[in-house]
C-alpha cells in the first residue's frame, strides 16, 4: 500500500496488478518513478531535443519510521562520460523531465517539468559512486522539487531492491522487465517510459567491455547479460525479475517476489542483448549515501 507524507513524497513497495498490465509490476507505479534526463546547453538551459538516458527514483526511510531520503539511480557513464571513454569532457548539468500532474489540456505550461540537476559544485561532483572502478552505478540525492505537489513523482522503496538471498534463486530463463526512455518515443506533453521484456541470458564470472567509440580504450564492466533490446537512451533504467505471479498467489510463502535486481548498462543491439549492472552494487553505493539512521534492511518488512 502507497502512502504520501506532508512532503508529498510517495513510498511504496511496488504492488501486484492484475488488472490491464500482464505483468506482476504495477506499471502505472512504476511509470512514475522513471525520469528521462535531457542535456544542457553552455547556458545551463535544457536541450529539449538533446535526450540522454534514463533514471529512476528511490527512496530509503529512516529507522524512525519518518525519515527519507530520497534518491536518483542511474548508469555512471551517463554523469561521467568521460569515465566510460564516451566523451572528452563531463556534463556539468542534466535535466529531469517529470510529468506535471495537470496536462497540458488543464495547464498552459505543457504537461512536463525539467527539474536542474547540478553535476558540480564548488569543483566537485555532486552525485556519488563505487570504489570498484568497473561498476557502472551513480546516485544522486533527489532536489526538494520532485517532492513538491506540482509532479507526479513516485518513489520505490528501499526494499524493492533483491536480497542476496533472493537474488541467488534466479538463474539463466528468468524473467525480466525494464521500463526507461526510447528517444523519439519518450512524448511531447507527458513523459512515456516503455516496458521491455526479456529473460536472464548469461551470468558470467568474467566482466565485460564498454566501448563507446571505436578507438577508445574499452572500459571493464560487472554486468549480467539480459536477453532485451535495449538501446542508449534507456542506459541508468531499472531492470526488474517479474515472476509473472497467477491472481492469487501467495507471495508471502516464499514465492519469490517482484524486485529490482539491477540497471541497464550497455546495449548490444544486433545481438538483442543488454548489460545489467547487478542490484548489489547500487545497493552499495546507496549505502554509502544515506546517513547512519537510514534503514537499509531489504525485502518485504516481516509481520
Partial sequence: MCWRSALSLALCLIPFNFGRAITSIDTNFVNKTIV??????????????RQVATGFLVVVPGKDGRTQYPLIVTARHVVD?????????????????VNKVHSSAQSDEGGVGYIALDLVQNGAATWSKSDDEAVD???????????SADYEARFINFRNFGTPEEIAKLGIGSQTASTGLVPGLEGK????????????ASIPN??????CKSDSQPRP???WWIQMSLVPGTS???????????????????EPRA????LQSLALPGADLAGMTPAKYIVDVISHVVPSDADLNLGLPQK
Fill in 36 to 49: 528521462f534526463f535531457f542535456a544542457s546547453d553552455s547556458a545551463g538551459q535544457v536541450l529539449e531535443a
Fill in 81 to 97: 562520460p568521460v569515465w566510460a571513454g564516451c566523451a572528452s569532457e563531463n556534463p556539468t548539468r542534466l535535466f529531469a523531465r
Fill in 137 to 147: 552505478v551513480a546516485v544522486l540525492r533527489a532536489p526538494p522539487e520532485f517532492l
Fill in 189 to 200: 506533453e507527458r513523459n512515456y517510459p516503455i516496458f521491455k521484456f526479456g529473460k536472464i
Fill in 206 to 211: 568474467e566482466m565485460a567491455a564498454l566501448r
Fill in 221 to 223: 564492466l560487472r554486468v
Fill in 236 to 254: 541508468g533504467s531499472p531492470i526488474n525479475f517479474d515472476p509473472l505471479f497467477p491472481p492469487g498467489a501467495d507471495v508471502s510463502a516464499g
Fill in 259 to 262: 524486485m529490482i535486481i539491477g
